[in-house]
């Protein structure tokens, strides 16, 4: 029985130090675990020491942990991300979602992130809608779909929108909409252009109103 729980004893037999604020354990059994050097000196450090299964399933949840993190700079280093978009594109991560306690983990880096400033859903939300502002002819019915698809709460969708965009520049884009597919050569009548329009995601009113300028319209007229 001794020699199987020697055979059975595992430890920390190296530890290699990177750039990028990391450690990398070399455990007896031949696994490779890599930490935060923040964590690594939180536990202890227990080089050479027998490790306790509660010890070696601290490190394993450390060493997912920094898989997580990493791989959640890697993203939001492109480019904003929801919290929700950093957990559906971590989930289909098979090489770290298969981990036990995933779930909890990922959560948990998710609130480390907020809480460093490097997510935040009230930035994306905002660079969302400036982008599609500057880049698209969405109405703000599309954007607040595409929002909502991303975990965005309408609420808070809806907060932002109206903060940044009102009633005159969703005129002003569904009138450019428009002239963008004129000069295509495509003939628009009064019932085509409400249709574009409603395509691209614009109320009512708006198209209403644009529809009214765009053809010279005094009023909008009934079907």
């Not at 957990?87 to 609130?111: G, H, N, V, Y």
């Not at 991303?150 to 009633?167: S, T």
Request: glycine letters at 4%; one cysteine or more; hydrophobic letters at 30%.
């Amino acid at each position: 029985m001794e020699l199987f729980d020697n055979q059975n004893r595992v430890s920390v037999e190296g530890v290699q130090y990177s750039n990028d604020g990391t450690v990398t354990l070399n455990l007896s059994d031949k696994r490779k675990l890599k930490l935060s050097l923040e964590k690594w000196s939180e536990l202890g450090q227990p080089l050479n020491k027998t490790l306790s299964d509660k010890e070696q399933k601290v490190l394993e949840q450390e060493s997912c942990s920094t898989l997580i993190r990493n791989k959640m700079l890697s993203l939001l280093a492109r480019r904003e991300h929801s919290a929700e978009e950093l957990r559906r594109k971590l989930k289909q991560s098979s090489s770290i979602s298969k981990t036990a306690d995933f779930s909890d983990l990922l959560e948990r880096c998710i609130l480390e992130m907020q809480e460093k400033g490097f997510q935040s859903d009230d930035r994306f939300v905002r660079q969302y809608v400036e982008s599609k502002l500057v880049n698209k002819s969405h109405g703000p019915l599309k954007i607040l779909a595409g929002l909502f698809n991303r975990g965005i709460p309408r609420e808070q969708a809806n907060l932002v929108l109206n903060e940044l965009v009102d009633q005159g520049l969703w005129v002003k884009k569904s009138i450019e909409c428009l002239e963008k597919i004129q000069k295509k050569g495509k003939t628009l009548t009064p019932q085509t252009s409400s249709q574009k329009l409603y395509q691209k995601g614009f109320t009512w009113e708006t198209i209403e109103k644009a529809v009214e300028i765009f053809h010279g319209m005094e009023n909008f007229p009934d079907e």
